[in-house]
C-alpha cells in the first residue's frame, strides 16, 4: 500500500489495516523511489490511497503510471470507492478515524 504521509500510516494501522506501507513523502522521497521500494519488496501489486485533494488525485494518476511502466498493477479501487463515499466531507487519509468518530456519534451506532 502505498499512502502520501506518516499520520497516513498511523490512521490506517488505528484502523486495523495491516501489512507493507509505503510513504511517498518522507525524507526527500521522490515517485520513482516509491517504485523502486514497492519493486524491492516484490509485490505484483499496490494498492494507491493517497489523499483525495487536488496534490493526491494528481499523485495517484502518477504513481499509477510509474507503477504500470513497472509492470506492477496499481490497486486503485479502495481510493476510487472512498472518493465517491465520502466526497467533499474527507481530503485526507489521516481524517478517516476523525470522520468515523464522527459518525459513530451521530448514529449512535458502532461503525
Same mark, same amino acid.
Given at each position: 500500500?502505498?499512502? &502520501?504521509? /506518516?499520520? #497516513? $500510516?498511523?490512521? @490506517?494501522?488505528?484502523?486495523? !489495516?495491516? *501489512?507493507? $506501507? $509505503?510513504?511517498? /513523502?518522507? *525524507?526527500?522521497?521522490?515517485?520513482?523511489?516509491?517504485?523502486?521500494?514497492?519493486?524491492?519488496?516484490?509485490? %505484483? &501489486?499496490?494498492? @494507491?490511497?493517497?489523499?483525495? #485533494?487536488? %496534490?493526491?488525485?494528481?499523485?495517484?494518476?502518477?504513481?499509477?503510471?510509474? @507503477? &504500470?511502466?513497472?509492470?506492477?498493477?496499481?490497486?486503485?479501487?479502495?481510493?476510487? &470507492? @472512498?472518493?465517491? $463515499?465520502? *466526497?467533499?466531507?474527507? /481530503?485526507?487519509?489521516?481524517?478517516?478515524?476523525?470522520?468515523?468518530?464522527?459518525?459513530?456519534? /451521530?448514529?449512535?451506532?458502532? !461503525?
Amino acid at each position: 500500500m502505498i499512502v &502520501e504521509g /506518516k499520520k #497516513d $500510516i498511523e490512521t @490506517l494501522r488505528a484502523m486495523g !489495516v495491516e *501489512g507493507k $506501507i $509505503i510513504c511517498a /513523502k518522507t *525524507g526527500g522521497k521522490s515517485f520513482l523511489d516509491v517504485i523502486s521500494e514497492v519493486e524491492q519488496t516484490g509485490a %505484483r &501489486e499496490a494498492i @494507491l490511497l493517497l489523499d483525495f #485533494d487536488r %496534490r493526491g488525485k494528481e499523485g495517484t494518476k502518477r504513481v499509477k503510471r510509474d @507503477l &504500470e511502466r513497472a509492470k506492477i498493477n496499481p490497486n486503485t479501487k479502495f481510493w476510487r &470507492e @472512498l472518493l465517491s $463515499i465520502l *466526497g467533499k466531507e474527507v /481530503k485526507d487519509i489521516e481524517s478517516l478515524t476523525t470522520y468515523m468518530e464522527t459518525l459513530k456519534r /451521530k448514529t449512535g451506532n458502532p !461503525v
